[in-house]
C-alpha cells in the first residue's frame, strides 16, 4: 500500500467564509483518526469555511448547545460528537451540528465503521455539514487519482481519499504512466502506459484491477476522456502521421476521427452534456483552447489571452473552464468564465499543471512545483485559498478528482 502521508498547509483568507466550530470529539484520544480535525481540514480547504476547535472544549452530540456564547464569537455553526469502541476494529461516531444564529438543531448522523473507514466517516461528516450550510452537496469523501514518481524506473497509479490521504497504488509500472481519468461511475480509471514501449491507452477496474488496453494502434496512443455517459472514449491517435482526437467505445473497436485538420489536436475533454468536446490546437499558430461537436462540426477558439493555453478542464456545470496558461515565463492555473468570457488568475505558482474540478465544481485539484518537488494543489474557485498536498519523497503528478458514487 502507498503511503504517501501528505501535509496538508493551507494560504488565502476568502472573504466572505462562514465562521464555525468543530468541537473536538469525546474519545478522539483514543482513536487512531483525529476525527474533528480532519473535519476542520476539510472545510477549511473548500475555501468556504473559517473554522476553529471551539477553545478545545469538547461537545458531544448531546450539547447541550451554549447559543449565547457561540454569538459572542461570531460563529454561525458548531458541531460537536463523540467516537466510541465498539469491539475490535470497529468504532461508533455520532455529531450534531447547531445553528448559532438561528439557535436550530440541524441534525446529525451516526457511523458504525471499521478501523480503516474512520477517515471515510470524518469526510462524510464534513460533507454533510457543508451541504447544510451552503446548499451545495460537499466532495470530501470522493477520492482523487494521481501518478506519483519514486525513481527514474517507479511510477505508480495511485488512488486516495480527496484529502490525499488512505493512498493505494493501483498499478505500479517501471516505465511511464500518464494521464489518469475516472470513469463517470468511479469504478474505472482509462490512463496511458508506456510498458509495451509505446504509448498505449489502458482501463482498469479500480475494485479488481482488471485491465485491458482499449487504444493500441499504430504510433502513439494518448490523452483518454471518458464521454458523460462512460460508454465512449476520446483518445489522440498518430494514425495520420499528426496527433489528431478520434472516438471509439470503451470496450475498444475501431476508432473514428473527430476532424480532418492539418495541425495538432490534443486533449480532448467532454463536455458535462456530452455535445461538444474541448481540446487543444494550434490551428491558429499557438496552442489554445477551442470547442468543436461530438459530430466534429462547429469549431470554435475560447481562449485568446496569452499565447499559450493548454489542459482544459470543465466543470460538472459546464460554467467555468479551467486550463493552465503561459504568463510571462510561468504557467498558471487560470479560470474562464464561459458565459461572460472573463478569465482570472487562481495559481500562483511558476509550474501549475493538470488541473481537475471537484464534482461539485467548488474546487480545483492541479499539480504545481514548490520548493524543488512536484505537489498536488488545491484551489477555491474564487482562488481565496490554496492548499499544499505534500507527499515526502515521492513526485505526484497529473491528478484526476474522482465523480460522486453510491458509496460516497
Known sequence: MARAQFKVDVSGIGATQIPVAIAPFKGQDRCPQPIADIVRADLTRSGQFRTSNLGGAVLTEQGPPNYAAWRTQALEAVAGGSVTPEGPNRWMIRFRLWDAVKQTDMG????????????????????????????????FATRIAYISKAGPHSFSLVV???D????????????????????????????????????????????????RAVANFRGTNSAPAFSPDGRTLAVVLTLTGRSQIYLLPRTGGR??????????????????????????????????IYAVGVDGSGVRRLTFDGGYNVSPAISADGKNLAYISQQGNNYQLWLLDLSSGNTRALGNGSDDGHPSFAPNGQILLYSAHESGAEV???????????????????????????PWTPGN
Open 108 to 139: 446529525g448522523e451516526i457511523y458504525q465503521v471499521v478501523t480503516g473507514d474512520l477517515r471515510l466517516a470524518a469526510h462524510r461528516i464534513s460533507d454533510f455539514i457543508y451541504q447544510k450550510l451552503t446548499g451545495q452537496r460537499g466532495v
Open 160 to 162: 486516495a481519499d480527496s
Open 164 to 211: 490525499g490521504e488512505n493512498s493505494r497504488a493501483a498499478l505500479r509500472s517501471r516505465e511511464p504512466l500518464l494521464s489518469p481519468v475516472w470513469s463517470p461511475d468511479g469504478g474505472s480509471l482509462a490512463y496511458v502506459s508506456f510498458e509495451t514501449g509505446k504509448p498505449v491507452v489502458f482501463i482498469q477496474d479500480i475494485r479488481n484491477g482488471a485491465r
Open 255 to 288: 476508432p473514428r476521427q473527430l476532424m480532418h485538420s492539418g495541425s495538432i489536436d490534443t486533449e480532448p475533454v467532454f463536455s458535462p452534456d456530452g455535445k461538444s468536446i474541448y481540446f487543444v490546437s494550434d490551428r491558429d499558430g499557438s496552442p489554445q
Open 376 to 402: 498536488l494543489k488545491t484551489a477555491s474557485l474564487d482562488g481565496s485559498v490554496r492548499t499544499t498536498l505534500a507527499a515526502a519523497g515521492l513526485q505526484v503528478r497529473e491528478p484526476s478528482w474522482g
